[in-house]
């Protein structure tokens, strides 16, 4: 059977930690930030870890070898 291949939109959006999460950047940072609350700007400079479900999900679907 042959290798899986490996999404390119996920590479570019996902990195799995060396424990098996999945990390990503913040959503809805790229226009329109100054209807935006100072918070909502600041916590999302960071790249958070996503939900076990979406984990498992992503690692399933998009990036078999991750």
């Given at each position: 059977?042959?290798?899986?291949?490996?999404?390119?939109?996920?590479?570019?959006?996902?990195?799995?930690?060396s424990t098996g999460k999945v990390k990503a950047g913040?959503?809805?940072?790229?226009?329109?930030?100054?209807?935006?609350?100072?918070?909502?700007?600041?916590?999302?400079?960071?790249?958070?870890?996503?939900?076990?479900?979406?984990?498992?999900?992503?690692?399933r679907n998009f990036m078999p070898y991750g």
């Open positions: 059977m042959p290798k899986m291949k490996t999404k390119s939109a996920a590479k570019k959006r996902f990195r799995i930690t913040a959503a809805f940072k790229r226009h329109c930030l100054g209807a935006k609350s100072q918070k909502m700007k600041r916590t999302s400079r960071r790249t958070g870890v996503l939900a076990k479900a979406d984990g498992i999900i992503i690692k």
